[in-house]
């Protein structure tokens, strides 16, 4: 469905004059601000997570004690 939609406004700018060369630069350029709009959802959607990952190590580097090592030979 949704390609029929594509074809339907790709048809209409060229009957309103727009050259195919314009609507392919327009077309990659959308498919970038696309890319990386949806890359910065992911990483606002995982950013929560690496956080408390990132201070769940650093607890536990801080709480963990420290042995002396064993000379085993």
Do not use: Q
């Not at 700018?13 to 990386?36: D, E, P, Q, R, W």
């Not at 997570?49 to 064993?70: D, E, F, G, I, Q």
């Amino acid at each position: 469905m949704e390609i029929l939609f594509v074809l339907g406004f790709f048809f209409m700018l060229l009957l309103t004059g727009i050259s195919v060369f314009g609507i392919l630069a327009a077309l990659v350029v959308a498919t970038g601000v696309m890319f990386f709009g949806g890359m910065l959802a992911v990483v606002i959607k995982m950013l929560p997570w690496l956080v408390l990952a990132v201070v769940v190590v650093w607890l536990y580097r801080a709480n963990k004690k420290s042995t002396p090592k064993v000379n085993r030979w």
